[in-house]
């Protein structure tokens, strides 16, 4: 199975801020990874896909890059509606696999 | 807008059979361009993906490794849903199980969409 490691495991910043979280595959995924939003009760919400694409509605502030084995996702400036746990997610072979997530909380 | 609508027990006894469904609105099980995913979600193992259900002329079926031996994921096509089947479970099973539909492509499936309400399952006695 396909490795992933994000970091930090959490973090606290500023409303405004600009947020980093980074994911690191066990092997070379290409572009094949996604970007989760999870919010305390509610099921994960798709952000953003094949590394760097928006999903429909997602506000702009949210991007994300990266391709073979190292990604990263930006929040440009954090908002309190932000607050959650982020997660991301390859999908280069099966099974599909997860990072252990990030917990963004406002300093 | 399509939609999925989580049902079944939340608590289930040891050695048991832990059953869901999840019924579709706004898609076909049957879709060309969808696959129809079970993954849960605990403390201690994070999201983890559990398989899936797919029709590409005829239904395929692929399952984690961890829960092959005891997974089955149907569908049903005269109630537009699909369902999980966990066969002899233990406490280690105790986990928000979510259904979720993947965007399908001709060159795969690719990401989680749409997702279920999530429900949580207890194992106990």
């Known amino acids: 199975d396909i490795q992933m490691t994000q970091s930090p495991s959490s973090l606290s910043a500023s409303v405004g801020d600009r947020v980093t979280i980074t994911c690191q595959a066990s092997q070379d995924i290409s572009h094949y990874l996604n970007w989760y939003q999870q919010k305390p009760g509610k099921a994960p919400k798709l952000l953003i896909y094949d590394a760097s694409n928006l999903e429909t509605g997602v506000p702009s502030r949210f991007s994300g890059s990266g391709s073979g084995t190292d990604f990263t996702f930006i929040i440009s400036s954090l908002q309190p509606e932000d607050i959650a746990t982020y997660y991301c997610q390859q999908y280069n072979n099966l099974p599909w696999t997860f990072g252990q997530g990030t917990k963004v909380e406002i300093k | 807008q399509v939609q999925l609508q989580q049902s079944g027990p939340g608590l289930v006894k040891p050695s048991q059979t832990l059953s869901l469904s999840c019924a579709i609105s706004g898609d076909s099980v049957s879709s060309n361009s969808a696959a129809w995913n079970w993954v849960r979600q605990s403390p201690s193992r994070g999201l983890e993906w559990l398989g899936r259900?797919?029709?590409?002329?005829?239904?395929?079926?692929d399952y984690a490794v961890s829960v092959k031996s005891r997974v089955i994921i149907n569908p049903d096509t005269s109630k537009n849903q699909f369902s999980l089947q966990l066969k002899s479970v233990t406490p280690e099973d105790t986990a928000v199980y979510y259904c979720a539909r993947d965007y399908c492509s001709r060159t795969g499936c690719t990401r989680f969409q749409v997702w279920g309400q999530g429900t949580l399952v207890t194992v106990s006695s």
């Open positions: 259900t797919y029709y590409r002329s005829k239904w395929y079926n």
